[in-house]
């Protein structure tokens, strides 16, 4: 449990007041700049891929996998790709 400095009740989520640890309370968000890693499809790898994520599942199941209930809903990990791409692929081979 997180406990923000100054308080001593804590809580389990940070923030659900809407004020932040300065001065005005407010966030402070800091823009960074864009870096282009160059990393596009090609012949070799035709496809970006997106990690997606599902509603019953915290991040690619790292943490949430082992968890009974939430397993009933979401029991294993899948692969969604787009049906034209899938049959231009299989055409190609």
Do not use: C
């Amino acid at each position: 449990m997180a406990v923000p400095e100054g308080r001593r009740d804590g809580s389990p989520r940070l923030y659900t007041d809407g004020v932040f640890q300065h001065a005005d309370g407010k966030a402070k968000l800091i823009p960074l700049p864009f870096v282009d890693n160059n990393e596009r499809p090609d012949k070799q790898f035709p496809f970006w891929l997106n990690s997606g994520r599902v509603v019953e599942h915290f991040h690619t199941r790292t943490r949430t996998g082992k968890i009974g209930n939430v397993n009933k809903f979401s029991p294993t990990p899948y692969m969604e790709m787009n049906p034209d791409s899938a049959r231009e692929l299989a055409s190609a081979r």
